[in-house]
Protein backbone atom coordinates (compact mmCIF):
# COMPACT_ATOMS: atom_id res chain seq x y z
CA UNK A 1 0.00 0.00 0.00
CA UNK A 2 1.24 3.44 -0.24
CA UNK A 3 -0.14 6.41 2.16
CA UNK A 4 -0.09 9.74 0.22
CA UNK A 5 -0.83 13.18 2.31
CA UNK A 6 -1.35 16.29 0.72
CA UNK A 7 -0.50 20.01 2.64
CA UNK A 8 -0.37 23.44 1.05
CA UNK A 9 -4.05 24.21 0.29
CA UNK A 10 -5.92 27.28 1.34
CA UNK A 11 -7.23 30.79 0.57
CA UNK A 12 -5.87 33.11 -1.65
CA UNK A 13 -6.28 36.53 -3.83
CA UNK A 14 -7.21 35.84 -7.66
CA UNK A 15 -3.27 36.38 -9.30
CA UNK A 16 -1.70 34.69 -6.15
CA UNK A 17 -0.08 31.88 -5.98
CA UNK A 18 0.26 28.43 -3.45
CA UNK A 19 2.62 25.63 -3.98
CA UNK A 20 0.77 22.20 -3.12
CA UNK A 21 2.77 19.19 -1.48
CA UNK A 22 2.03 15.50 -1.59
CA UNK A 23 4.25 13.09 0.22
CA UNK A 24 4.29 9.40 -0.31
CA UNK A 25 5.10 6.84 1.96
CA UNK A 26 5.03 2.63 1.78
CA UNK A 27 5.28 0.70 -1.03
CA UNK A 28 6.76 3.26 -3.44
CA UNK A 29 8.76 1.40 -5.58
CA UNK A 30 6.20 0.47 -8.15
CA UNK A 31 5.09 3.67 -8.52
CA UNK A 32 6.65 5.34 -11.61
CA UNK A 33 3.48 7.86 -12.00
CA UNK A 34 2.15 10.86 -9.75
CA UNK A 35 -0.12 13.58 -10.22
CA UNK A 36 -2.49 15.85 -9.07
CA UNK A 37 -6.48 16.32 -9.66
CA UNK A 38 -9.01 18.20 -8.85
CA UNK A 39 -12.86 18.69 -8.64
CA UNK A 40 -15.00 21.47 -8.43
CA UNK A 41 -18.15 21.58 -6.70
CA UNK A 42 -20.86 20.02 -9.14
CA UNK A 43 -17.92 18.71 -11.68
CA UNK A 44 -15.91 15.90 -12.17
CA UNK A 45 -12.70 15.08 -11.49
CA UNK A 46 -10.06 16.12 -13.47
CA UNK A 47 -6.33 15.70 -14.15
CA UNK A 48 -4.32 19.02 -13.50
CA UNK A 49 -0.77 17.87 -13.88
CA UNK A 50 1.20 14.57 -14.04
CA UNK A 51 4.70 13.73 -13.82
CA UNK A 52 6.56 10.14 -14.87
CA UNK A 53 9.44 8.60 -13.66
CA UNK A 54 12.06 7.82 -15.54
CA UNK A 55 12.62 9.58 -17.70
CA UNK A 56 10.98 12.22 -16.11
CA UNK A 57 8.31 13.93 -18.32
CA UNK A 58 5.63 16.02 -17.47
CA UNK A 59 2.24 16.79 -18.82
CA UNK A 60 -0.54 19.69 -18.28
CA UNK A 61 -4.28 20.30 -18.21
CA UNK A 62 -4.61 23.14 -21.44
CA UNK A 63 -6.55 25.35 -18.62
CA UNK A 64 -3.31 25.41 -16.32
CA UNK A 65 -0.15 25.52 -18.95
CA UNK A 66 2.28 28.01 -18.08
CA UNK A 67 1.03 29.23 -14.78
CA UNK A 68 1.46 25.91 -12.93
CA UNK A 69 4.69 23.44 -12.22
CA UNK A 70 4.82 20.23 -11.42
CA UNK A 71 8.36 19.03 -9.98
CA UNK A 72 9.18 16.20 -7.90
CA UNK A 73 12.00 15.60 -5.09
CA UNK A 74 12.91 11.68 -5.37
CA UNK A 75 14.77 11.48 -1.90
CA UNK A 76 12.33 12.92 -0.47
CA UNK A 77 9.31 10.69 -2.38
CA UNK A 78 7.55 14.06 -2.51
CA UNK A 79 5.41 15.63 -5.90
CA UNK A 80 4.98 19.56 -5.67
CA UNK A 81 2.45 21.59 -7.57
CA UNK A 82 3.62 25.51 -7.97
CA UNK A 83 0.50 27.31 -9.22
CA UNK A 84 1.08 30.90 -9.98
CA UNK A 85 -1.54 33.57 -11.52
CA UNK A 86 -4.57 31.74 -9.70
CA UNK A 87 -7.78 32.42 -11.00
CA UNK A 88 -11.44 32.36 -9.05
CA UNK A 89 -11.85 28.98 -11.95
CA UNK A 90 -9.20 26.79 -9.81
CA UNK A 91 -11.13 27.23 -6.97
CA UNK A 92 -11.35 23.14 -6.02
CA UNK A 93 -10.28 20.20 -3.82
CA UNK A 94 -7.26 18.83 -5.13
CA UNK A 95 -6.26 15.70 -4.87
CA UNK A 96 -2.51 13.53 -5.56
CA UNK A 97 -2.60 10.44 -7.46
CA UNK A 98 0.21 7.57 -7.39
CA UNK A 99 0.18 4.92 -9.67
CA UNK A 100 1.91 2.09 -11.95
CA UNK A 101 1.63 3.15 -15.70
CA UNK A 102 1.38 -0.71 -16.48
CA UNK A 103 -1.04 -1.50 -13.99
CA UNK A 104 1.20 -3.18 -11.47
CA UNK A 105 0.08 -0.57 -8.69
CA UNK A 106 -2.19 2.27 -7.62
CA UNK A 107 -4.01 3.91 -8.07
CA UNK A 108 -3.91 5.32 -4.37
CA UNK A 109 -5.20 8.96 -3.86
CA UNK A 110 -4.55 11.43 -1.08
CA UNK A 111 -7.19 12.93 1.07
CA UNK A 112 -7.77 16.14 -1.11
CA UNK A 113 -6.75 19.70 -0.06
CA UNK A 114 -9.18 22.92 -0.48
CA UNK A 115 -8.02 25.23 -2.73
CA UNK A 116 -10.20 28.61 -2.77
CA UNK A 117 -9.36 31.86 -4.64
CA UNK A 118 -11.19 34.79 -4.25
CA UNK A 119 -12.22 37.66 -7.29
Known amino acids: QVQLVESGGGLVQAGGSLRLSCAASGSTFNINVMGWYRQAPGKQRELVAS????????NYADSVKGRFTISRDSAKNTVYLQMNNLMPEDTAVYYCNARNKYNLGGPYWGQGTQVTVSS
Open 51 to 58: ISFRPSTT
